[in-house]
């Protein structure tokens, strides 16, 4: 190269130079670094985490607030940082990676896909290759490798959350996870992940995430080993561009979805999930049930990652819904089909509903061929055939749960959880709900065919004749139960 070099940015370069060794490459970018007169910008300033990250002597450039710098002390596995769009997680992460790089061999980044592993934690404007490069190093990034190896020699992994076989083996000393709450196989990849994380004096993990309540995220939470910090869209401001700040601020600022998106507030309801907080009712016992049936869903036929079959007993009196049992879990074919079958028996039920679909009629001649061998005669099966989509044909349910029309008669801890965090177009529908609208949809009358917008508006209304008077009586706050007809609303820990 000569004198006449023309004047390429960092990035160019590292883009040039990608296919090269690591010590040439490492080469070429000091002396770029040299000729551009580019410093080297630090992150953690000497000031510590008090500082408010605004530009001062020794750090002129906008560097880490307080609420980006990880827990203090060591008695934490796990730091999980909570934020809404724009508040800086990403890059608090990434700067938390280069920062251990110094100390950790291996390292392990795990994304919901490849391409957001690629796309945000690596090539992003908030990702490895641009902190590393404002910190005046370089990195060596394979793709094809799904690798990054750190000025040091260390070594960065990318995963994807699809694919939790690939965590089964590899060893790290810290593990970056970006968004479990878009992983659907989050339970898995967090097990697979924490067997590997044992390189290291202190192996731990941290995880960028947007402040959705999932299942999985409050277990984190809740966990005595997370420490968490809360970032907020507008600790950030001086980041984000203009129009950015301007767009999403005047969108959002004052809703709900303001409050998780700008302010990283974990809602106890979560957004945009169909069943929220309030309209699950309880009561202890029934009355005289007029219809019972017993729902099966079974693992595989919709939905791919989950491998739980819903199970779910319904009955009826009176125009009123009450779910009875859960019985979801994991089983082989037969024994899902034996389990529905010795419910059914017990319970006197009517009917077993199953749902037509590209599995064929596989749910109804396991059950027949199951009820031959246990010997007993096989139940009645009503087959349904799904003309909507999961999300259409669970809405006119939530209908009558707003109305109170249907109840659940003890607990149903996971069944409810799974009712309560669903979000519809974010994962498919776990088994257990889409047994529960079937028994539903079925004992209810609600046709499946009529369009409905919003639950709210259109839920069936209540046949006044239906109703009776000794159990329920109506107010003008709505339906209530009778004083001695225990009812507690649900309400998630
Ligand atoms: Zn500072």
């Known amino acids: 190269m000569s004198g006449t070099l023309p004047a390429l940015s960092p990035a160019e370069v590292q883009q040039l130079t990608r296919h090269w060794d690591p010590e040439s490459k490492a080469r ?63 890059r608090s992460g990434s700067e ?77 000393g810290l593990v970056w996870l970006d968004e479990p709450a878009h992983i659907s196989a989050i339970d898995e990849v967090w097990d697979q992940m924490l067997f590997g994380l044992r390189l290291g004096d202190r192996p731990h993990s941290v995880i960028t995430t947007t402040p959705l309540p999932t299942k999985w995220m409050k277990a984190r939470l809740a966990d005595p080993g997370t420490k968490s910090s809360k970032v907020s869209t507008y600790a950030n401001l001086a980041n984000l561009a203009p129009n950015f700040a301007q767009t999403v601020l005047s969108k959002y600022e004052g809703t709900r979805l303001g409050r998780q998106e700008l302010h990283g507030e974990i809602l106890s309801d979560v957004l945009g999930a169909l069943w929220q907080d309030g309209i699950i009712h309880r009561l202890d016992s029934t009355p005289e049930l007029a219809r019972i049936v017993i729902s099966i869903d079974p693992a595989g036929t919709n939905n791919r990652r989950s491998d739980e079959t819903g199970i779910v007993a319904v009955g009826k009196a009176a125009g009123f819904g009450y779910v009875l049992e859960d019985h979801s879990d994991k089983y082989s074919p037969t024994g899902w089909a034996k389990r529905a079958i ?92 889409d047994a529960l609208v079937w028994a539903l949809t079925d004992l209810m009358g609600v046709t499946s065919d009529s369009s409905i917008s919003s639950p709210a508006d259109h839920a069936p209304s209540i046949p006044a004749q239906g109703v009776p008077p000794e159990v329920i009586r109506r107010s003008p706050g709505g339906l209530h139960l009778p004083p001695g007809f225990a009812r507690r609303s649900f309400t998630r820990a």
């Open 28 to 90: 070429a970018m000091a002396e770029v670094k040299a000729r551009t007169g580019k410093t080297q910008q630090v992150w953690y300033c000497k000031r510590g985490r008090h500082c408010d990250g605004e530009p001062h002597d020794g750090a002129p450039y906008q560097h880490a607030r307080a609420d980006q710098w990880p827990p203090a002390g060591k008695d934490w596995t796990t730091w999980a940082l909570v934020g809404g769009r724009g508040s800086g997680k990403t």
């Open 342 to 433: 010795q419910t059914y028996e017990r319970l006197k039920a009517d009917a077993i509903v199953v749902e037509k679909n590209y599995g064929g009629d596989m749910v109804k001649t396991t059950i027949e061929s199951t009820a031959k061998d246990m010997n007993t005669p096989c139940p009645r099966i009503i087959v349904k055939t799904a003309m909507r989509s999961k999300q259409l044909r669970a809405e006119p349910i939530v209908g009558l749960y707003e109305q109170t029309r249907v109840l659940h008669v003890g607990a149903l801890h996971k069944l409810e959880e799974e009712m309560v965090t669903w979000v519809p177009g974010k994962g498919d529908s776990p088994n257990r709900i």
């Open 96 to 172: 938390y990676v280069r920062k251990m790089s110094n100390f950790v061999e291996r390292i392990s980044m795990i994304a919901p896909t490849s391409a957001a592993a690629r796309d945000t934690m690596i090539e992003g404007e908030s990702g490895l290759i641009r902190v590393f490069e404002r910190a005046g190093e370089t990195v060596h990034y394979e793709p094809s490798k799904k690798r990054i190896t750190f000025p040091n020699g260390g070594r960065g992994t990318l995963f994807s959350g699809e694919e939790p076989d690939r965590l089964r083996g590899p060893q790290h």
